[in-house]
């Protein structure tokens, strides 16, 4: 006959071990999610913007070439490499979720909150590289969060 409390007991020592080994892989993906820098270009290569792990840009190179340029060109180059970099985060964030916690809800939850945040940029084969307004994209799971705060702080 098994010991009832030694069941509980080897319940308690998987439930702390699974626990600890959950939090090791959401620690292993806030460390790569920190490490994600996208870098966009825009008006032929002129303008490159750079936009680390948050979507935000950390960066921004322009070439000579923009000696040649409008200001209001500039502006929208920039823009545009903006978004083609912000563009690129939801896929590369949901390659990080999957090697680290893998399909979870709250893995999900993340990357669906990420493609929210930078859906693809408007006219990607347009002259500026989809420098028009993105538009808020609410649905059955927005939460309301309208802050620039990272989630992974």
Known sequence: MSDP?????????????????KAARYEAMRQEVERISLTGSAAEGAVRVTVGSNGIPSGVEM???????????????????MRDAQSRYPAELARVVGETVGDTEAGRHIVATAERNFPPPEDPGGELGGAGPRPRRDGPDDDGDFSDRSFMR
């Open 5 to 21: 409390l030694a069941n509980v007991q080897r319940l308690v020592d998987e439930w702390e071990r699974d626990a600890v080994e």
């Open 63 to 81: 070439t000579d070439r923009v000696s040649r340029m409008q200001p209001q060109e500039i502006a929208a180059a920039v823009l545009a490499a």
